[in-house]
């Protein structure tokens, strides 16, 4: 299952979501990025591995969302990373007592049983501003953002020419705001994202994204002006012009309009509240 897609980079995909599963190889093993999503999925993932004499050294989270901060026991005790935002949150989520039953009730109805919860977020938070992950592989830079989540980071691998996007830059997925808080700007927060991740590609040959098809340097900068594009009509309430959503959506991604529909409203109220944008 494991595909290549650069010198030295992997992706293993999930079949419900189409989680991209990152694998690079280092001298003495390979990097893992946001494993997931079943048992049998990332049993497959680590029996390959292993059929190729691949010891897995080192893992990193994207961010702390429930479908990025998974793991086997298959794949090892090596050190989890991701920034020292994303560990926070991920350390607050798992310090309640209740926090099993919460993630259970998050995930979807048709992996809840297959979807291991033991080595969830057990991640180390790297020191604010570190710039590159700490392991025996090609140099992977670290290039955080506010957009999406609470400490995301996207991986440039700058040696392989590939950028690991996280939850961004997907052909399936609509531009997914963070919550809206009483004083944050979701969308600006991911325009911002979006201005780092474009500054960051600029030498990139194969894009990542967390969901979906992985493209080459040709569809970088279409996927970051869908984005904006889209952003751009939700804060100005107007309906995007977008073939995630509506009729023109992949068959079996139509619920993803419920995604745009949700926050559409979310920012309805917001400009209720606080009046448009200037």
Known sequence: MLKQVAQGVLVHQSELLQNNTVVVHGRTGVLVVDPGLTRSEMAC??????????PVV??????PDWDHVLWHPGLGDA?????????????????QPDWRDRAAEGLPPEIADETPLDGYGLVAGLPAGTAQIPWDGPEVRIVEHPAHAPGHA??????????????MLSDLFVPMLDTFGETNDPIEEYLVGLRVLEAAADDVAVLVPGHGSVCGADQVQARIDLDRAYLD???DGTAPDDPRIGPSAKPGWEWVSDIHEGQAQSVARRRERDGPPG
């Open 45 to 54: 993932l680590a029996d390959d591995l292993r059929e190729l004499g691949l």
């Open 58 to 63: 080192a893992g990193f989270s994207t961010h």
């Open 79 to 95: 050190p989890r990373y991701g920034t020292a935002r994303c560990a926070a949150v991920l350390h607050d989520v798992r310090s």
């Open 154 to 167: 996207a991986l440039l691998i700058e040696e392989r020419g590939v950028l690991v996007a996280g939850d």
């Open 233 to 235: 009509a939700l804060r």
